[in-house]
């Protein structure tokens, strides 16, 4: 029993134990997160709060799940039946039904309530039911089914984004901050090699697939990111080989002696030269040379724009990190160098770097809302709290399609922020208990 009470209690003492102590105290940040796991699952389950398709239907004495077989066909794994291929679901005749509670997709044109339908005005339905609670756009389109989809689009965009930016921010920062600009030390016919096959690898992981990606990215997000992963193992498969033959051949005296590359000047160049171009323009105009637009090409080049601060922060702990006392033995010890940073290095410098992605987050959120708003980057169908807004410039009596998206974003980006102070203040190193 005493050795259990002094395992928990050395728990309670642990630095993440501390944090969530601290975090638990800024009441703002802790209902901020609250409203955020809400939003969040309202976003995801999108597809079974606000749909034209009912949860359960008996036709004709067959019976359908439609909103269930809707996003197995929306994945690309399933497909709907001849009789329901290209139907009204509300114009068909049901023995039994159950509705989504908000009848009507983002996308249902509702073509009886089209010109902007006020949500406290008269509306042409048949019963309350189906009625529009937040009224319409021009197209008759439900605000508040867009609202709900636009709440996934924009989680999406944050998380995925943000995702990308990380796995980036991480590389670089790690190679710069714990490498330098005299610890990495190649040899010669390593870097001979790996810039050889570079070439072959993006060639034959990438342009070789662009075809096959463009063509599955029209038919089903699920079957693109599965296939990007198939090009991504393609281009690390390719690149272990330079590596493996890169052992024997630096046996030999001149292909083995190594060179000292400088990590740190190249990524900090290569970060300033990001840096000093404004990312929304970098944004627009990687968007404007994009044929077909797409939500996703939008989160990835978010992505790849935005990972230089996580990339600094990470590199500034590493500086501090790789001369402490913990590092020295791993490496006395003799473990590679990649069990360093993985195992030992990179844990104990994440402090700063979560932080930002809890700022990146509500930063990708307000460029993605931006870029709809301009209608850069965005299919024209795809409805985002961004685009609902666009809509409100060219109708400015319609206020319930600015007040509701406007509002939206507001709180999304607003509690991300409290979040991150939230944050800022829990993982400060002078904490008290």
Known sequence: MADKKNIRKEEDQSYWAIVRRQFRKNTSAVWSLRVLTFIFILGMSADFIANEKPYYAVIEGKTYFPVFKGVGVDLGVAQWPKELSNVTWRELKYDKVVWAPVPYSSTTNDFKNSDYKSP???????????????????????????????????????????????????????????????????????????ILFLYFAWFFAFTTRSYLLADVLKVSFLGFFFQFFISLLIFGGIMLIPNLLAIPLKKINFLGKTIEV??????????????????LLLILSIV???????????????????????????????????????????????????????RHAVPNALTPVLISVSFGIASAILTESGLSFLGIGVPPEQVTWGSMLSLARGYPQAWWIAIFPGFAIFITVTIFNLIGDGLTEAMDPRLKQ
């Not at 990380?166 to 005299?182: M, T």
């Not at 996580?310 to 702990?317: K, P, T």
């Open 120 to 194: 406290l005005g008269e509306q042409n339905i048949e019963s309350g039911r189906w009625r529009h609670r937040l009224g319409t756009d021009n197209l008759g389109r439900d605000v508040l089914a867009g609202m709900i989809h636009g709440t996934r689009i924009a989680m999406l965009v944050g998380v995925i984004s943000m995702s990308i930016a990380l796995v980036i921010g991480l590389f670089f920062g790690a190679l710069s901050g714990y490498f330098g600009d005299n610890r990495m030390k190649v040899s010669r016919i390593r870097i001979v090699l790996n």
């Open 288 to 342: 404007a040379i994009i044929e077909k637009p797409s939500i996703f090409i939008v989160m990835g080049i978010i992505g790849l724009t935005g990972w230089t601060g996580i990339a600094r922060y990470l590199r500034a702990e590493l500086l501090k990190v790789r001369s402490l006392e913990y590092i020295e033995a791993a490496q006395a010890l003799g473990f590679p160098e990649w069990r360093i940073i993985l």
């Open 262 to 279: 400088p990590v740190d000047i190249l990524v900090s160049r290569l970060i300033e030269v990001l840096e000093s171009v404004p990312s």
